[in-house]
């Protein structure tokens, strides 16, 4: 990751089957830098967990929470459904109207991960030091859907809108903390899961990477974008540098069993981003003659 990556001071983590793994990642050689590990199990029924890896150096983690949603959908998706979409069920394991009944089954199988952080040493902006929220995602796939019906859409917009909503409400409820959506979205940018994001107020820096570069994935030879960084906009906080690191979706699966490379370690291409904070501003008044 040194060379490959840089060592980002966060990293954002999709499909970690357990914290050994992750713990086992952090100590390899490869690794110049040391991590430190946010996790919290999901209920994925693969095993396939989300995390945040930080440099404890860099950030000092305030909190963090999982936030799981309830949906009436039956779809047989989802972490209580029985995964089959033509004869779909979904076990009741949540109260959606709070009467204290399950009428509901849960929204994802891997919550959002919400991490509160402040940077160390930073130097403090009108009295405040850099927070961040960084809220981690890895969406519904659209692997069960057929040409004729896409089964998993209604669950990918609910999802929508509930990261929307949680958006909003540490919006209100940290003011002034700048937020960063990261993860595998399931989405392109032009669906209408990311435009129910953008509506939000949240800027898709994946616009910023150079248009032959603007990918993620390779999916039967077609290149997209999957993986996301989105941001609340602010004055004092701004995106310096945005590129996708083609060291995965180029190379062929056969690198997967090669041990000593860093190429084709996932399926996915990683979404890197770095960033500047202001201190100082000038404004200017604008007047505008009309016509």
Avoid at 10 to 21: C, I, K
Avoid at 27 to 55: F, N
Avoid at 249 to 256: G, Q, S, T
Wanted: proline share 7%.
């Amino acid at each position: 990751m040194h060379a490959s990556l840089g060592e980002p001071d966060l990293l954002a983590v999709q499909e970690a089957e357990t914290l050994t793994v992750l713990q086992d990642l952090i100590l390899r050689p490869e690794i110049e830098s040391t991590y430190e590990i946010v996790w919290m199990d999901s209920p994925d029924p693969r095993g396939q967990d989300i995390a945040l890896l930080y440099r404890p150096e860099r950030f000092f983690v305030l909190d963090y929470q999982s936030r799981q949603g309830c949906t009436e959908l039956v779809d047989g998706l989802g972490p209580d459904g029985n995964q089959d979409v033509s004869l779909p069920e979904n076990q009741l394991t949540c109260d959606r109207d709070g009467d204290g009944v399950f009428d509901g089954n849960r929204l994802f199988s891997r919550p959002p991960l919400v991490v509160h952080l402040r940077q160390v040493g930073s130097l403090p902006v009108d009295d405040h030091p850099l927070e961040l929220l960084v809220i981690i995602n890895h969406w519904k796939s659209k692997t069960e859907d057929i040409p004729e019906t896409a089964y998993t859409l209604p669950r990918r917009l609910q999802q929508a809108a509930f990261l929307a909503g949680l958006v909003q409400e540490m919006n209100s409820q940290y003011p002034g903390v700048h937020i960063i959506v990261a993860g595998d979205l399931n989405d392109h940018p032009s669906s209408q899961p990311l435009r129910i994001l953008k509506a939000a107020g949240l800027v898709d820096l994946t616009i910023y990477i150079e248009p032959s570069r603007r990918y993620s994935l390779i999916y039967h030879g077609v290149a997209q974008v999957l993986d996301y960084l989105l941001v609340k906009p602010a004055v004092d906080l701004g995106a310096a540098e945005v590129d996708a690191l083609h060291f995965n979706a180029d190379f062929p699966a056969v690198f997967e069993d090669v041990a000593g490379t860093v190429y084709r370690s996932s399926d996915h291409d990683p979404v890197l981003a770095s960033f500047v904070r202001f201190s100082d501003f000038a404004f200017m008044p604008v007047i505008y003659l009309g016509e």
